[in-house]
């Protein structure tokens, strides 16, 4: 069984879960906790280095002992101090835990309590007004917890894009060695980039399709076998994605491409229009009225094209106006992640960041960047580290030399400041008007009502010193809900004053969503598309932006960091 770095983080992250709730030494709870979100944020597969037999210890936040038991899980499979915890707390106690507003005294209580195991049985008890005569809790907590399951309902049934790539990709690498499938693509939501999708669907040319579903029906991370037809097959993969593969002919190939690409409303658009021309369009090809030879159907170009449409781009087809823009040939020229020269929202070991200036540096560089912003928390992020103003400028320093000592990679000065409850920013600024590029976000108090929340931001983007909102919503995709916001209000702001909205690239986030970037660019703001990025690795995350603005419509202009440093520079009105 392959062993992929989300499993090892998911049993890590398991064993915090468990140790706290059974009471278990806060550090250590921590010590496992962060190295679960290490391990999943570095890109090279752990078991191969375990295999290789590296020192797990140069991960950050994996010490020696966390390191056996990455090998155990690695060479077994499993934990075996995890499966001893097991025995003494009910699994599914995880579950609870991870609903916000529960704790692990509340799920403790609830176990005591109530003999609460799983969120089924916590479903039952809120439905029983059961919870809010605990001690400590009451209706609004079971309010809470109610709008909390729903939420988590709704989230079992979807898979984030970076976690499905986590297990999509092996699948197209085993297919390589299939020598009876020739043309091998995913469409469905995944090839239109969607921040989260339903399952997986694969389309696979070649004629022999029995030798091509036992291929597949073999790989080793298919779960069980939902179902076998006569050209398509569905699994789940062991991490409960199902996949949907369809073998289809060669000169349906663009057909199929097509229909299972979608969306559907996409495809419904295209079978209308096509109805109006007297066509008909299904998955094997493109018929005039009462005809059973194919007009089109080998490529998708040919299918458009039969359609008078010009081919749109998959991260486009949700039926928002594609179909209008390539009838009339003005669709978008989309950003690609080539236009990008830089990255601009990083943190470094200052604060929060496992990497120190000159390592952010080095890798940016590596990764093809021409500049990098360097913005570090500032003080009222103290859970971070944030730094004090003087603190600040000492950093500010170290960034000059290592601009001056790090060739072919310029290192820009700037900060993630924090905006205050009331609007105001948590650094004076005297200090903000040294930086090359200041970054403005919310990160506390985010659950205020809707009107005080956009009139807050509203107040900070009068401040002269901001350049960019950082990850403008503060959503957590699947895991927190975008704060209650008037978008259209911070967007027209944002016009007003020239001031830039991030695109935050990290596949947790995407902030701004697709269509809050279409809002934006109608509007003729800008943005920009940055990572975030709180370790070297994390730098790699900057496809999953550039994604998301393609499915909000941008093209290079529209987004400041495809500009040199010194024409970004300029464009801020900095330096
Ligand atoms: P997902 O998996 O929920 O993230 O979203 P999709 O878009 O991948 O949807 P899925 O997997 O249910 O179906 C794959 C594609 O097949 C979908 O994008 C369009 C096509 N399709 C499915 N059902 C219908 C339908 O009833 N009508 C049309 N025109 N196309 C459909
Ligand atoms: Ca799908
Ligand atoms: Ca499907
Ligand atoms: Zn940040």
Known sequence: ????????????????????????????????????????????????????????????????SIADKIKEIVNTGSLQQLEEIKERVPEELSKLLNLEGIGPERTKELHEELGIETLDELKKAVENKEVRELEGMGKKVEDKISQELQRKR?????????????????????????????????????????????????LITGSDVDAIMDYFTNFEDV???????????????????????????????????????GSKEHGIHLRDRALDMDLKVNEYGVFPEDEDESIAGETEEEMYEVLNLKWIPPEMREDRGEIEASEKGTLPNLITLDDLKGDIHMHTTHTDGDASIREMAKAAKEYGHDYIAITDHTKRVSV?????????????????????????????????????????????????????????????????????????????????????????????????????????????????????????ANPHRLDLDDRHCMMAKDKGVKMSISTD??????????????????????????????LSADELLKMLGRN
């Open 154 to 202: 709704d989230q079992e049934t979807r898979t984030l894009f970076a976690r499905a790539e986590e297990y999509a990709e092996p699948l197209l690498d085993y297919f390589i060695e299939c020598d009876a499938a020739q043309k091998i693509e995913i469409g469905g939501s995944y090839r239109r980039r969607k921040e989260t999708i339903g399952d997986l669907d694969i």
């Open 384 to 504: 971070a580290g944030g730094l004090e103003a003087d603190e600040l400028a000492e950093e500010l320093d170290e960034i000059e030399k290592a601009d001056e000592k790090i060739d072919d990679i310029r290192i820009l000065k700037g900060a993630e400041v924090d905006i205050l409850k009331d609007g105001s920013l948590d650094l004076p600024d005297d200090i903000l008007e040294k930086l090359d590029i200041c970054i403005c976000s919310v990160h506390y108090h985010t659950d205020l009502p809707e009107d005080e929340q956009t009139k807050r931001i509203l107040k900070a983007m009068d401040n002269p010193n901001i350049d960019i909102l950082g990850h403008p919503s503060g959503r957590l995709i699947q895991e927190r809900e975008p704060m209650a916001l008037d978008m259209e209000k911070i967007i027209d702001k944002a016009a007003e004053n020239d001031i830039v909205l991030e695109i935050n």
């Open 223 to 261: 779960q069980d076998v939902i179902k076998r037809g006569e050209s398509r097959t569905s699994v789940h993969l062991r991490s409960d994605i199902r996949v949907d593969v369809a073998v289809i002919k060669d000169e349906s190939y663009g057909a199929a491409l097509l229909y299972f690409t």
């Open 1 to 64: 069984m392959p062993i992929h770095n989300n499993d090892i983080s998911e049993i890590l992250r398991k064993t915090a879960d468990l140790l706290e709730i059974e009471g278990a030494d806060e550090f250590r709870v921590r010590s496992y906790r962060q190295a679960a979100n290490s391990v999943e944020n570095i890109t090279d597969n752990l078991a191969e280095k375990v295999k290789d037999g590296e020192d797990l210890t140069k991960i950050s936040d994996v010490g020696e």
């Open 533 to 562: 990025a709180h370790s070297v690795g994390e730098l790699h995350n900057m496809k999953y932006g550039v994604y998301q603005a393609r499915r909000g419509w941008l093209e290079a202009d529209d987004i400041i960091n495809t």
